[in-house]
């Protein structure tokens, strides 16, 4: 009866050729088996269970059946239940709301999950790589513009950034390195900025001038660069002196364009930056010989020779003799010595042909600028061109003999009696005008030059008047009248700086504002202290002159006009006449609804010629 079993058990073995109740290792259903095939494997070893305990049944007294048949119902049973139970499974599935199945992920090693996490950092670490950053945030450090290479801390940060975490060679993942603090950023460099104009007007003086940089010339312009003989023979010493005409050719063109800046002259150089064909300008200088004593000895005693070389010289123009008086003034070929920071060697380089002709334009302008290059200034050279003519007038007046004037000395009138005295000589006939008062010199902390001037001036009319009339109209004047009188004796309307000037004091001074004062003066000038009573004095006219002008304006096709006192305005408020005591019309305008009236015209005894030539008349 044992046998039987025992012969059962060996011939039914399992699928894979292992006897049923021997001892399966572990692993050995899946060693090898594709992971798809890990349910079936399960199933044949619960099968192999279920014929155990089939057997272990039937020697306990069960049913008597063969082994195999026993074993074969259960483990067909054991199917049926699974397939009933996944039948099951299917329809909760069905009833349930489907789900996207989450990917299957097949089972990796170490290694593998070392290298996803890897891949995770990295993709975490680039997820800002891309974003345009906010306009808050602060810039990048850029690109040296020298070495064309990024600073050393945007690399080091963009490493740090970047660099996996190290894996061992044993499998094992390593810990990622601890955060450490940020190392100091350096500052980005910058690329290279012009450098900043030579021009400094609050340094400049006597012996330093600087010069605006010079508009472009006008496209097809083709004459000479320079307009004055000077400044042609500069440009001539320029271009006799230039060993390449093409780099003189590109420095005229740099010129003409405006690529030159301001320019500093200095006693024996000149200064500016030229834009060339790189962003960076480069600077340029060009010098000229200096006067020494000597010769500023000889060229100073040839400008005093002559009056009308000082009087050309404040006029800015130079005197061809002045310049030929044996002293070079001039400079000639080979005289400017150019330097430039460019790495051209020609003699000149086009930077330096560019400065040499806008220094040519500004010794056109101001022939001063030719003796600072030699050594002196404008007020130097005038001050001692001042004092050599004093000097050589009082050497003059030494050697002559005073004139005998006319008449006898007093005491011989005096101590003579009788008749035998000689008559008196005739007075000196008057001069037909009033002659200019001399140039008053400005001095820190004295009276305004300007004021002396029209002081004057207004005393020299008054007593011509005086000489030839034997009377002073001026005399009876209040003193806002005088101030009137005196402003309109200025030409011009207060619109130049002088004038304005002129306008406040006087106003200051009679307690006026400026803009009265500027209405007053058009009165004035309009009809003397009449026309300003007119401005100033509305009276009651007698019947007469007065009641028959609006008859004489309506038969020449004007409105009617209103009446007030002495005056007559047009209805749209723009135009008014006015009776003067000295029964002349004064016209009048303002702007239409405003009380804002101005003398206009001429005084006219007719008041239809009074209204004649003015502008408003066409929108009466």
């Known amino acids: ?17 292992i006897p049923t109740g021997s001892p399966r290792p572990e692993g050995a259903d899946r060693e090898g088996t594709d992971p798809a095939d890990w349910d079936a494997a399960s199933d044949s070893t619960e099968d192999s269970e279920a014929a155990e305990d089939s057997e272990a049944a039937g020697a306990a007294g069960g049913p008597s059946s063969r082994p195999g048949d026993i074993a074969r ?13 996944r039948a099951r499974e299917q329809v909760d599935e069905a009833k349930r709301p489907r789900r996207d199945p989450a990917p299957r992920v097949p089972r990796t090693t170490r290694g593998d999950r070392a290298a996803d996490r890897r891949a995770r950092e990295i993709r975490e670490s680039l997820a800002d790589a891309f974003l345009m950053p906010d306009a808050t945030d602060a810039p990048t450090p850029a690109v040296s513009a020298e070495t064309d290479t990024p600073p050393a801390s945007a690399g080091a940060s963009a490493r740090s950034r970047v660099t996996p975490p190290h894996a061992g060679a044993t499998g094992t993942t390593a810990q990622p390195p601890a955060p450490q603090p940020p190392a100091p950023q350096p500052p980005a460099a910058q690329p290279p900025a012009a450098p900043p104009s030579m021009a400094a007007p609050a340094r400049d003086g006597d012996h ?85 004593d000597a010769d500023w000895h000889r060229f100073l005693d040839a400008a005093a020779d002559r009056p009308g070389h000082i009087a050309a010289l404040l006029d800015k123009e130079m005197p061809q003799s002045l310049a030929d008086c044996g002293v070079p003034l001039l400079p000639g070929p080979g005289d400017l010595a150019p330097r ?28 001063f600028v030719l003796l600072l290059l030699r050594g002196r200034g404008e007020h130097e050279v005038i001050d001692a061109l001042s004092r050599l003519s004093a000097a050589r007038a009082a050497r003059a007046a030494q050697g002559r003999e005073p004139e005998p004037l006319p008449g006898i000395r007093a005491t011989d009138a005096v101590s003579r009696r009788g ?25 820190p902390g004295g009276p305004d030059p300007f004021a002396l001037d029209q002081l004057a001036t207004d005393a020299a009319a008054r007593a011509h008047a005086l000489l030839t009339t034997g009377r002073d109209p001026v005399g009876t004047l209040s003193l806002w009248h005088d101030a009137v009188r005196l402003a309109a004796a200025r030409p011009g309307s207060g619109l130049t700086a002088g004038t304005r000037a002129l306008y406040a004091s006087l106003a200051r001074a009679a307690g006026r504002a400026p803009g009265d004062l500027a ?46 006192r002495n005056r007559l305005t047009h209805p749209r408020g723009h135009v008014q006449l006015r009776l003067g005591r000295d029964h002349l019309w004064y016209a009048y305008e303002s702007e239409p609804g405003q009380d804002d009236w101005w003398p206009r015209g001429t ?11 003015l502008d408003t008349l066409g929108d009466a």
Do not use: N
């Open 73 to 85: 119902e259960a483990l067909r049973a054991a199917r049926e239940e699974r397939a009933r139970a």
């Open 1 to 17: 009866m044992s046998a039987a079993p025992d012969a059962a058990d060996a011939g039914d073995g399992g699928a894979d050729g």
């Open 603 to 613: 005084p006219d005894p007719d008041p239809v010629g009074a209204l004649t030539g």
């Open 519 to 564: 209405r007053a003066v058009a009165a004035w000038r309009q009809g003397g202290p009449t026309g300003l009573a007119v401005l100033e004095e509305p009276w009651d006219p007698p019947a007469g002159r007065f009641d028959r002008a609006r008859p004489l304006l309506l038969a020449a096709d004007f409105p009617a006009f209103r009446p007030w």
């Open 208 to 292: 330093r001038r600087t010069f605006p940089p010079f508009p472009p010339r006008p496209s097809g312009d083709d004459g000479p660069f320079a307009e004055t003989w000077w400044g042609r023979a500069w440009v001539t010493a320029l271009e006799d002196g230039a060993l390449d005409p093409a780099r003189l050719a590109r420095g005229r063109g740099y010129a003409e364009q405006g690529h030159v800046d301001a320019i500093t002259v200095t006693p024996g150089l000149v200064l500016a930056y030229v834009q060339g064909s790189r962003p960076r300008p480069y600077r340029v200088q060009v010098r000229l010989r200096t006067f020494d």
């Open 340 to 367: 430039c920071s460019c790495p051209d060697s020609g003699h000149p380089c086009k930077h330096a042909a560019a400065l040499c002709y806008q220094t040519a334009r500004l010794l056109d302008a101001d022939p």
């Open 419 to 443: 008749p035998e005295l000689p008559p008196l000589p005739a007075p000196l006939p008057p001069p037909s005008h009033p002659e200019q008062p001399p140039v008053y010199p400005a001095s």
